[in-house]
């Protein structure tokens, strides 16, 4: 009984109306694909079309990234440049300090790295710190010590948000570390007032800067030429207040950055002793046990 099948099923291929009806099978196969590939373009091209003709862009939505600077702490064996940061200091002092606070950084932290004790102590004495209570239980004021912290030109969030339009001027202290491209970002924030292009508005109370994303920032520029009379007479032009400000506030979120390299070269020269030694060990006191040879004899 299978072989008759087998055999009917040969003779059935090989009919001529058989052969022309599977090649029409096939035929109708292949254009339905090419109607569908068909379609699919078509149905891409329309949605392309209708996204362009709604799309909207504007030009507030443009963000320039900031260019990467050649500081000169970046290195892994790089020092700061304690005079910049020195300079970095009096500029936050000077213009920064009006809004924004650094209230990680102690009095104290400035000796050895951009003052020394009797600076940094008469600099804290001017300042006029809120302590107490008393004997009498009420709260006073007196001159600064160097174990106080930078106070805040506000009192309270509530208070700077009303005298800055609403917004919160941050505190400085790891202000390097919180924003993604450390003092890139800061200096081109700081340099990057410009007027706003053809096509952007800027709504009152904000200012365009081509760095912040959006392009309106509510701080307004903050460094112009001359506003800082170095002590050291190195021309205060707003490239250079900008790099010293950013040198120090590098040093603020990191204090301990110069030590920290210090210790870790050190490191490094030890374990390269360690293994000149180790391998003075393995090659030469080794060779002979490990040369040896074993020999069993039978009994």
């Not at 000077?94 to 650094?102: K, T, W």
Request: charged share 20%.
């Amino acid at each position: 009984m299978s072989a008759r099948f087998s055999v009917f099923l040969r003779h059935f291929r090989r009919n001529p109306f058989t052969q022309q009806v599977a090649h029409y099978s096939t035929a109708r196969q292949s254009k339905q694909k090419t109607y569908a590939i068909l379609g699919l373009g078509a149905a891409s091209g329309l949605a392309l079309l209708y996204g362009a003709s709604t799309l909207k862009v504007n030009a507030e939505e443009v963000e320039l990234h900031p260019p990467v600077y050649p500081w000169s702490h970046k290195g892994p064996f790089s020092a700061l440049d304690h005079s910049s940061v020195r300079r970095g200091f009096q500029v936050y002092q000077q213009v920064c300090s009006a809004c924004h606070s650094i209230e990680q950084i102690a009095f104290r932290n400035l000796i050895g790295a951009s003052h020394t004790e009797e600076e940094a102590k008469a600099l804290a004495e001017e300042y006029m710190i809120k302590d107490g209570p008393n004997d009498e239980g009420e709260m006073f004021e007196r001159p600064g010590k160097l174990s106080d912290y930078f106070p805040s030109p506000y009192p309270n969030d509530e208070a700077a948000r009303a005298a800055n339009n609403g917004a919160l001027p941050p505190d400085l202290s790891m202000i390097v570390n919180a924003r993604e491209g450390g003092e890139d970002y800061i200096f081109s924030i700081l340099t990057g007032y410009f007027d706003p292009p053809a096509g952007v508005e800027v709504r009152e109370g904000l200012h365009y800067n081509a760095y912040f994303a959006g392009g309106a920032i509510g701080m307004q520029q903050a460094l112009y030429e001359g506003a800082v009379e170095y002590d050291d007479g190195t021309p205060a032009i707003v490239p250079q207040m900008a790099k010293d400000v950013c040198t120090f506030l590098r040093w603020a979120a990191e204090p301990e950055i110069d030590d920290r390299k210090r210790m870790g070269m050190k490191a490094l020269m030890v374990l390269s002793v360690i293994a000149v030694i180790s391998y003075y060990t393995k090659r030469h006191r080794w060779s002979s046990i490990e040369s040896r040879k074993i020999i069993y004899k039978p009994s």
